[in-house]
């Protein structure tokens, strides 16, 4: 009892206290962590170990091969670059446009709630709808797209056939651009006034404020954007499956997609298996560099 | 202070990069905005054409005659109410879930050291790396081993928590201060009513974020949905829009009345959350 | 970085509570409507019934463009007449696969299957996960008329090692469908041959309208193979698309009919079929190759007058057939039941009133000779064409490699006619990739 009233005048903890300090995390994760352990951890390992084996039932044991068989595989290698060419091309997209429109947003320009609002609207509708309305507007001959072009005298388009990783970078920019502006304004927003106040003392001009204000003070939003962006990214699936169905040929085929094709209609459960740890790999890696980089830039 | 008033920011001519950039700046807003919301417009169209204007290969911008019909037909081809019942029902079932338990592995994430945190944060992480059909048949095994299929809690379970919420609290629990952990700890609180108290209040504007992205993903989910269900009661919306495309064409106009009926749940919401999405993001500790 | 502790009103607080609440509610009802199954048997409520219903419940999945009003009044003669209560899902092609296999990784099959064609059903026979209809043929066979009254190219796409694994219930091919007024201002008979469509093609292509507009779906493009006398699969030399200049010259003849010709315009990819059938709505294409799942949309499109033509010939005058057939799963909880429905879904009787319904054609040889049929022009010359069908993939499917040979094939056409690569380089490409899969 004494030394509870030391510790209250004092403001040290006691040592009951501190054991139910360590104990704490435990308690607060015990929940959460006995979900992620039945509904995560055990289908994922169980599906790591299906992807040493073969066959439709994944009953045949087959070793690494799996492994070695997606190098050798030129369809996956082919569906392995073009996928890195598309999340390349959608992030670099949806950083910059998000970053411009988040500036122009934050000058205060007039009605800038509303255009907020209107840029989440595609973010807030589902992927298969976005796509098949995409695929509908681009098609070539039936398109909406095309049909107004005709009617203004000018050149139609046929993206869908002649740049059809392109076409899907822009449907994947256009469907996040909201919410990659969103982010870089409320960043933003968070930056406080006297370091421009700073700046213009200084005789910054409003672009050199940008540059050496903004942008390095928005580098944790720009982490957390190209992080997740990264990570989904590469996982993407429902714009080639809904848009061109992995054409023209296998143009857009991109990982996830073959994937799922190897899972559901080669029936080869185990080498999907194998083939998703693999792209797993890939994304811990390029998680910890990026992390690993804005670790350091957050030092300065 | 004058310095923080807009009106006096503004009149600063240093602050302008070239005359007429706002107006530049107003033109691209409005170019960008027009990108993103015609596409839907046309979406709205299209569910108000009649069968002979979606098939007929030239495409109509606007209808000849609204048919409005079509959205009656829609609720009379299929029970539609029915699956925007069960819908609601999934996507709010794991919003609520996700409220509670995602700011709980945040917080000890965030605020407590304890040995192999690094490595259980990583392993965490790493679940977002795959995707979720590589997990999708050995939970199925389980649920109907379990007797879950075609059941809510089917339709529920997987999705009670996940990486990308836990990441999330953890990057807005992290910053805020110290102090107030431990002046409710020298007040001799115990950690539950330490982050009962102190830490949930605060994380009000995150919660409403991790609201609207974790109800409009669960609402828009199609394949543990379509996996899980095997009767027409227990159907969810997307997978009930599937209905009206026919072997070999799709019934544009249904689909997209469906469509916008899908769309306008996570509207409300999101006009429901708007005021704390930019300041819940602001103090996400994302910068 | 100073924050309010409490910047948000208790109506903030509030609101998010109301969120909460709702979410409460539907877990109270969730409590209420839990339809309860067990792993071995589909047991779960049906789609017309209330709550505390008792019996039987017999599953099935099918495809939500042949869920067709004779065939909702036989599956009610059946739920009368067994005292069972079907449980009717429908599925696109693609999500019916993916229901499937989760349903065979955990054992809970339904009754009874439609399934895209034949190879897919192989497909699932080469696992062991369908039935063998065998036993039930030999009983009922003579009486039901299969396989005699079913057109013998149906028959053997669903046999694998001697057995049955499926029964054909649709069946449709690919031929000549086209505009006759256009043909008729044209002044041109619709072509019988490859030189008769070189010859009516440049009569037929002017500045915004084609002659004959070609699809992006890879199957569409079977039947030039086999009009040249290729085909897929040979399974004694193991040699694919063989002869290999009879399927050259159908490769290039495509090719130049998109790129050289210029009476197509290159096909778009795309997840469906509707492209070519859209321009013919629309006047732009005075001929395509279809089936009759154009026919309707082509209808509602209104403003041409259809006409049907024979597939064509070069060496031969051939056609891919197609159309879905049902099986029955090896572990599905009824499999009398499901062969009773079999019988009674392919009655002729039904099959006519489908075809009334919706211009659907069928396997039956009886069906091609009623008078309901000989009447109406459009049915009639589909049936007229379907004996020129066969399967494309019969010799290929029992290799079980026909998927990723699929693959490749599709790579091979799409890059041809969408991507304007050269035949012969595509042609070799498909070479290295069909060695990878066959070995």
Redesign the interface.
């Known amino acids: 009892m004494t030394s509870l009233a030391t510790a209250r005048r004092t403001g040290l903890p006691t040592r009951g206290h501190n054991r139910r300090r360590t104990l704490a995390p435990y308690a607060f994760l015990a929940a959460p962590m006995a979900f992620f352990a039945v509904l995560f951890f055990y289908p994922l390992v169980q599906e790591l170990i299906t992807s040493f084996y073969t066959g439709?039932?994944a009953d045949q044991f087959a070793g690494v091969s799996n492994f070695t068989r997606a190098f050798a595989d030129?369809?996956m290698r082919h569906s392995f670059v073009v996928t890195f060419e598309f999340a390349a091309g959608t992030l670099v997209f949806s950083i910059l446009i998000g970053l411009v429109l988040a500036a122009m947003l934050n000058a205060r320009l007039k009605g800038s709630v509303i255009f907020r609002g209107i840029l989440l609207v595609p973010y807030l509708t589902s992927i298969a709808i976005v796509g098949l309305l995409w695929?509908n507007i681009l098609?070539?001959?039936?398109g909406v797209l095309n049909r107004l072009l005709v009617a203004a005298h000018l050149p139609t388009q046929?993206w869908?056939?002649t740049s059809?990783v392109a076409t899907i970078v822009f449907i994947a920019v256009w469907q996040q651009v909201g919410y990659t502006t969103l982010l870089f304004l409320a960043g933003m927003q968070?930056i406080?006034e006297s370091y421009y106040e700073a700046a213009k003392v200084d005789g910054a001009s409003p672009w050199q404020r940008f540059w050496r204000v903004t942008l390095p003070l928005l580098a944790p939003t720009t982490l957390f954007v190209s992080v997740i962006g990264v990570i989904s990214s590469l996982q993407e699936f429902a714009l080639p499956?809904?848009?061109?169905?992995?054409?023209?040929?296998?143009?857009?085929s991109l990982y996830v997609f073959r994937l799922y094709?190897v899972?559901?209609?080669?029936?080869d459960f185990g080498y999907a298996s194998a083939l998703s740890y693999l792209m797993l790999i890939v994304i811990l890696i390029l998680s910890a560099i990026q992390l690993r980089i804005g670790r350091r830039d957050h030092g300065e | 202070m004058a310095n923080d008033n807009p009106a006096v920011r503004l009149r600063r001519g240093s602050d302008r990069l070239f005359p007429g950039d706002r107006a530049i700046a107003y033109v691209a807003v409005v170019l960008v905005c027009a990108v993103t919301v015609l596409p839907l417009l046309y979406m709205i169209s299209l569910s108000l054409q009649s069968?002979?204007e979606i098939?007929?290969?030239?495409p109509v911008l606007w209808p000849a005659q609204l048919q409005f019909a079509n959205y009656a037909s829609l609720f009379e081809r299929a029970p539609v109410a029915r699956f925007l019942l069960n819908s609601?029902?999934m996507a709010?079932?794991i919003?609520?879930s996700h409220?509670i338990f995602d700011p709980l592995a945040g917080y000890a994430f965030a605020k407590f050291e304890f040995r192999f945190k690094r490595t259980l944060f990583i392993i965490v992480l790493a679940t977002l790396m795959v995707p979720f059909f590589v997990r999708?048949?050995p939970i199925?095994?389980m649920f109907?081993?379990l007797?879950w299929?075609?059941?809510?809690?089917g339709l529920?379970v997987p999705f009670l928590s996940d990486a990308f919420g836990i990441f999330l609290m953890r990057q807005f629990i992290e910053?805020?201060p110290n102090t107030l952990i431990d002046a409710g700890r020298v007040d001799g609180a115990s950690e539950w009513r330490i982050y009962r108290s102190i830490i949930l209040?605060?994380t009000?504007?995150a919660?409403?974020v991790l609201?609207l992205f974790t109800f409009v993903f669960q609402w828009n989910n199609f394949?543990w949905p379509?996996?899980i269900t095997?009767?027409?009661?227990?159907r969810t919306m997307p997978?009930g829009l599937?209905?009206?495309?026919?072997?070999?064409?799709?019934q544009w106009n249904l689909t997209a009345a469906g469509s916008v009926v899908l769309f306008v749940p996570t509207a409300l919401l999101f006009f429901?959350t708007q005021?704390?999405l930019v300041?819940g993001i602001a103090?996400t500790g994302l910068k | 970085?100073p924050?309010s502790?409490?910047?948000?009103s208790r109506r903030?607080?509030l609101?998010?509570a109301g969120?909460?609440v709702?979410?409460?509610a539907?877990?109270g009802?969730?409590g209420c409507?839990?339809?309860?199954?067990?792993?071995s048997s589909?047991t779960?409520?049906?789609?017309g019934s209330g709550g505390g219903n008792k019996s039987k419940t017999f599953?099935m999945y099918w495809?939500?463009?042949?869920v067709y009003k004779a065939y909702e009044k036989v599956v009610k003669q059946f739920e009368s007449d067994h005292g069972v209560t079907v449980?009717w899902?429908?599925?696109?092609?693609?999500?019916l696969?993916?229901?499937l296999?989760?349903d065979i990784?955990?054992?809970?099959l339904?009754d009874l299957v439609e399934q895209p064609g034949g190879d897919t059903a192989i497909?699932l026979a080469l696992?062991g996960d369908l039935l063998a209809l065998d036993p039930y043929i030999a009983k009922d066979g003579e009486k039901m008329g299969f396989p005699s009254d079913w057109q013998s190219a149906s028959v053997r796409p669903w046999q694998h090692g001697g057995k049955t694994y499926g029964i054909q219930i649709h069946l449709t091919c690919i031929q000549l469908y086209y505009n006759k007024t256009m043909l008729h201002d044209a002044g041109v008979e619709p072509p019988s041959t490859w030189d008769e469509l070189l010859d009516v093609g440049p009569k037929l292509t002017h500045a915004n309208t084609y002659a004959l507009?070609l699809n992006?779906v890879a199957s569409y493009s079977d039947p030039w193979f086999l009009q040249a006398g290729a085909h897929l699969y040979d399974a004694d030399s193991k040699k694919v698309l063989t002869p290999r200049d009879k399927a050259m010259k159908a490769l290039q003849f495509q090719h130049d009919l998109i790129y050289k010709h210029k009476f197509s315009?290159?096909p778009?990819?795309?997840?469906?079929?509707?492209?070519p059938?859209?321009?013919?709505?629309?006047k732009?294409a005075a001929m395509i190759l279809s089936g009759p799942?154009?026919i309707?949309?082509?209808k509602?499109?209104?403003g041409v007058d259809l006409g049907l033509a024979l597939p064509l010939k070069d060496a031969q005058r051939k056609t891919t057939l197609a159309g879905s057939g049902v099986v029955i799963p090896a572990k599905a909880p009824n499999p009398d039941l499901a062969w009773d429905l079999i019988k009674r879904m392919t009655a002729l009787k039904v099959e006519l009133a489908v075809t009334e319904e919706a211009t659907q054609t069928m396997p039956r040889k009886s069906w091609g000779k009623q008078p309901q049929v000989k009447s109406n022009p459009v049915v009639n010359a589909i049936a007229q064409a379907l004996p020129y069908g066969v399967d494309w993939a019969q010799e290929l499917a029992p290799t079980g490699k026909l998927?990723?040979i699929d693959?490749a094939f599709?790579?091979?056409y799409?890059?041809v006619a969408?991507?304007n690569?050269d035949p012969a380089t595509a042609m070799s490409k498909f070479d290295s990739?069909a060695a990878?899969v066959l070995g």
């Not at chain 2, 095997?230 to 227990?234: A, C, D, G, I, Y």
């Open positions: 439709p039932r030129a369809n695929r098609d070539p001959q039936v046929t869908l056939n059809p968070g406080p499956y809904l848009v061109t169905n992995g054409g023209p040929g296998d143009a857009t094709d899972a559901f209609t080669f029936r | 069968n002979a098939f007929a290969g030239n609601f029902i709010s079932l919003t609520l409220l999708m048949i199925y095994v109907s081993q007797g299929t075609d059941s809510y809690q529920v910053p805020l209040p605060q009000r504007a919660l409403a609201a394949l379509l996996v095997s009767s027409t009661k227990m997978i599937t209905l009206f495309n026919q072997e070999y064409f799709t429901f005021r704390y300041r103090l | 970085m924050r502790a409490t910047s948000h903030d607080a609101r998010l969120l909460g709702a979410g409460l539907g877990a009802l969730a409507s839990r339809a309860p199954s067990t792993p589909n779960t409520t049906s789609t599953t495809n939500p463009g042949h449980n899902q429908k599925y696109q092609w693609p999500d696969q993916t229901k296999q989760t990784s955990a054992g809970t339904p497909s696992t507009a992006q315009p290159p778009t990819a795309s997840s469906d079929y509707e492209g059938q859209k321009l013919l709505s629309a732009r799942w154009d309707l949309p082509i509602q499109a209104g998927p990723q693959d599709n790579t091979l799409q890059s969408i991507s690569a990739a990878k």
